[in-house]
C-alpha cells in the first residue's frame, strides 16, 4: 500500500495551487534531487544553452521566465553532487553572512563582504556575482538562501519600492544575535518542507 506524499496531498490541491509560483518551483528542484533526475540538473548547470529543464522552470512564472531559469541555474550549481535537497532559509543577505571560515564569516570575511557590495550596488540582477555567492556557500557547507525567496526577491530587483538590494545589505550587516533568532525560525520551516521532499515528493 502506497502513500501519496506529494505536497497536494498533504494540505490539499487547492492550498497547494494558491502557493505562489516560487514555492512550486523550489519544490520541482528539491524533487529532481530527491528523485535523482541529475540529467535534468545537469541541463540547468548549462546557462547559455536553453534546455528542456530551463523551458520547464521558466513555465512556473511566464512573465518572469528569465528570472525562473537563472534560479533553477543557481540551484543545480548547488546541488551539484548532493543526494538531498535543500530548500535553504533566509534571503541571499542571510545566506552571504554564512560564507567564510572558522576565522571569520559574513561582515567579518573579507571576501564575502566584497561580494555582497558588488551585489547590491548593481542596478541589473549581477548573475556573475550571485553565482559566485552560492558556489562559495556549496564550498564553505553551508546552507544556501531560501529558492522560493530568491526568486521572488529577483523578480522584484527593479522594483524601488521592494528595495531588494538595501534588504540585502541590512540582513548581512544585521548583528549575530538578531540574525541567529531568525536562523532558527527559518530553519525549522526549512526542516519541515525538507522532510516532505525527502519522504517522496513529485510533481
Known sequence: MSTD????SRIGRAAWEEKPPSEHLAAWLAALVHN??????AQLR????????????????PEQREVYEQVAFLFAIYHQG???PSYGFGSLGDAARRIGSGIG?????????RLIDRIVASRRI????LQHAVARLRACDQKPPSWAQLADDLSRWSDRKAR????????FHTPPTRSSNAGKSNRTADTITA?????????
Open 164 to 171: 531588494i538590494p538595501y534588504h540585502w545589505a541590512v540582513a
Open 126 to 129: 549581477p548573475w556573475r556575482h
Open 36 to 41: 535523482r533526475e541529475y540529467g535534468q540538473l
Open 46 to 61: 548549462r546557462p547559455r544553452v536553453r534546455t528542456n529543464a530551463h523551458i520547464r522552470a521558466g513555465w512556473f512564472n
Open 5 to 8: 506524499t506529494t505536497p497536494e
Open 195 to 203: 522532510d516532505t521532499t525527502e519522504k517522496g515528493t513529485t510533481l
Open 82 to 84: 548532493a543526494a538531498k
Open 105 to 113: 564569516r559574513g561582515p567579518d570575511d573579507p571576501g564575502a563582504s
